[in-house]
């Protein structure tokens, strides 16, 4: 399965209000911890590859307004590993993903550790999830980073050029301009600010 992403950044306020006009549906709001990992084989930089540990919980409220206070520390929630492979097009931040739901978060950086991956780096980040026609578009509040709108759908590999154009057609109904897309993950972009 392939994971078609378009991201830009974008005040949430106005992204908000074109989103009720569109009758777009909340999803949920959590709160997520990515602990991102370095193989011992390869540099996953070099690689454009990411392997990383989520713990997903979620906020307080039916839209997730009510995040003060939340607690990043909690091993409550949910907790999923995944693996990014490399960006497969020049235009957005399309690449084959493999995820699965994890029951103990310790054990599997247990497994991660004995193996020889160490710990790269942590993002943290507030999400609000939408759905409109067809696709999941997140307000992302990024630590660090700032406010972010994600597009994405997932989709067989005959079906990304498609999806692609759907995402950018979603973003433009926003108010949005895919040229202003960014390919860079956030962890990229903690590590270069």
């Known amino acids: 399965m392939y994971e078609v992403e378009l ?60 995040a003060a206070g939340f607690d990043w520390d909690t091993d409550d929630g949910t907790t999923k590993v995944t693996y990014k492979g490399p960006l497969v097009d020049e235009r957005s931040k399309t690449r084959e993903e493999f995820e699965t739901a994890v029951a103990e978060r310790d054990a599997m950086e247990g497994i991660l550790d004995g193996l020889g991956f160490e710990p790269a780096a942590t993002v943290r980040k507030r999400r609000r999830r939408f759905a409109l026609s067809g696709y999941t578009v997140t307000l992302d509040e990024v630590d660090g980073l700032g406010e972010f709108v994600e597009v994405e759908t997932a989709v067989d590999a005959a079906d990304i050029e498609e999806a692609r ?20 993950s956030y962890l990229g972009l903690l590590l270069d600010s």
């Not at 569109?22 to 997520?32: F, I, N």
Request: hydrophobic share 35%; glycine share 8%; charged share 40%.
């Open 7 to 66: 991201k830009v950044r974008a005040d949430h306020d106005a992204v908000r209000r074109r989103l009720a006009e569109r009758d777009a549906e909340p999803a949920d709001a959590v709160g997520q911890t990515d602990v991102y990992y370095d193989a011992p084989h390869r540099n996953f930089a070099e690689t454009d590859e990411a392997l990383r540990i989520r713990q997903e919980v979620p906020l307080a409220g039916e839209t997730g307004d009510d």
């Open 165 to 184: 154009d759907g995402a950018v057609d979603v973003l433009a109904s926003l108010g949005l301009d895919a040229d202003d897309g960014i390919r860079t």
